[in-house]
């Protein structure tokens, strides 16, 4: 089965850049979408396709896909980016998220 | 505006069968533009996928629930439904429901979610 590997944790200081990894065999073949999700919430979808912006979401948040790893980046960190982050792909008919990574802002 | 809303009995004896709907609301689950899916969340854990329905009726399913799981739909009702068989300790968590874009399959309305326990 396809797996996703993100790094457990990720610490940002405020107004700096974050950047959000997640790995899988050539991963850049494929549709790659990420989602936010804070304590006792729903995740919120903030990329999909690799690179596409809901409505209401910042411009701060952006992505990118190539090769082995997909990236969530986001810039300018805000207190309110503090959350989990998941990024996800559909491969062999179903859906496949990834491990999950903690956002801190310092 | 689409909301989504589960719902369900929030205990469950082991080796019964966990049952849950989830009511769609402000858009017709016959759309055909969308999949509907069942996501969980054990607790401190991560996201895991369950299954997705087309309002036809097609399903896919995870691999590794496979044979536990029954996703099926109801048009009339606006509705979805998720059964787990034979459930655990394990199945413990919160359970929800979302709305998938066909072609791409990523979720951008999701339920509130709602917390299932697993225990005698």
């Known amino acids: 089965s396809y797996e996703l590997t993100q790094p457990l944790s990720v610490s940002v200081a405020l107004g700096q850049t974050a950047r959000i990894t997640c790995g899988g065999n050539?991963?850049?073949?494929?549709?790659v979408h990420w989602y936010q999700q804070k304590p006792g919430q729903a995740p919120v979808l903030v990329i999909y396709r690799d690179t596409n912006r809901p409505s209401g979401i910042p411009e701060r948040f952006s992505g990118s896909n190539s090769g082995n790893t997909a990236t969530l980046t986001i810039r300018r960190a805000q207190a309110g980016d503090e959350a989990d982050y998941y990024c996800?792909?559909?491969?062999?008919?179903?859906?496949?998220f990834g491990t999950g990574t903690k956002v801190t802002v310092l | 505006q689409l909301q989504l809303q589960e719902s369900g009995p929030g205990l469950v004896k082991p080796s019964e069968t966990l049952s849950l709907t989830c009511t769609v609301s402000?858009?017709?689950?016959?759309?055909?533009?969308?999949?509907w899916g069942w996501i969980r969340q054990p607790p401190g854990k991560g996201l895991e996928w369950i299954g997705t329905?087309?309002?036809?009726?097609?399903?896919y399913y995870n691999p590794s629930l496979k044979s536990r799981v029954t996703i099926s739909v109801d048009t009339s009702k606006n509705q979805f439904s998720l059964k787990l068989s034979s459930v655990t300790a394990a199945d413990t968590a919160v359970y929800y429901c979302a709305k998938l874009w066909e072609l791409y399959y990523y979720m951008d309305v999701w339920g509130k979610g709602t917390t299932v326990t697993v225990s005698s």
């Open positions: 329905i087309y309002y036809s009726g097609s399903t």
């Open positions: 050539n991963i850049g073949s494929k549709n």
């Open positions: 996800q792909v559909w491969d062999s008919n179903t859906g496949v």
């Open positions: 402000g858009d017709s689950i016959s759309s055909s533009s969308y999949y």
